[in-house]
């Protein structure tokens, strides 16, 4: 049974967790990382060298870093569906996937100094630059997604799984935000999906 690591408020488990549950695929978790402990454990060093989460052993196959068990699992359980095989669709999908990675680590910034620090201890420049920098890569974001109903082809992609993550914490986090309506509406299809309300639009914490 695939076995995956990982606690339920840590954006990287959610991706995978909910591409298990729209792959509706019998799995184990296990609590790990911050308060959980678990990561600084030397057999869990052996699955991850990192001590992060999520990590999984999928019957032997033992993965970590959150995008790629994403194609891992969707190119296993769901080739052609949530995993495009079509070549170029593929390519952008993974594109995208990589360009959440790459360029919005100012979000990061933003949940770490308003929901994990206490207010007289946050860094409000840091915050104010995370959020800019965040909203930027967003507009680009809301370009791409007019008259795209998802963010490859006409349905649910692994292109959509880490991008709707972080949509999810950018319109649960205590801010002012700009009008995205593009952006708005693809996140408003998503929180119809079982999956994603029940993985990912969690507390922020």
């Known amino acids: 049974m695939l076995k995956i690591w990982g606690r339920t408020n840590s954006i990287n488990v959610q991706k995978v967790m909910w591409t298990v549950a729209e792959l509706g695929l019998a799995h184990e978790r296990a609590n790990a990382g911050m308060t959980h402990g678990v990561v600084n454990e030397p057999w869990y060093a052996e699955i991850n060298p990192n001590k992060l989460v999520p990590a999984i052993d999928d019957d032997g196959v033992v993965l970590w870093e959150s995008n790629v068990i994403v194609r891992y699992l969707a190119s296993k359980h769901a080739a052609g569906a949530l995993m495009p095989t079509d070549p170029v669709a593929r390519a952008k999908a993974e594109m995208w996937m990589d360009w959440q990675q790459t360029s919005l680590p100012g979000l990061g910034t933003m949940f770490m100094g ?43 992609t692994v292109a959509d799984i880490p991008l709707g993550c972080v949509a999810y914490r950018w319109y649960a986090l205590p801010i002012e935000r700009p009008e995205l309506p593009n952006l708005r509406a693809w996140y408003e299809r998503l929180t119809k999906r079982p999956a994603f309300a029940q993985h990912v639009m969690l507390p922020l914490t």
């Open 114 to 156: 308003l929901i994990r620090t206490p207010p007289e201890k946050r860094d409000m420049a840091a915050i104010r630059a995370g959020q800019e920098s965040t909203e930027a890569g967003l507009r680009l974001l809301d370009r791409y997604l007019a008259n795209r109903p998802c963010m490859i082809g006409d349905h649910l």
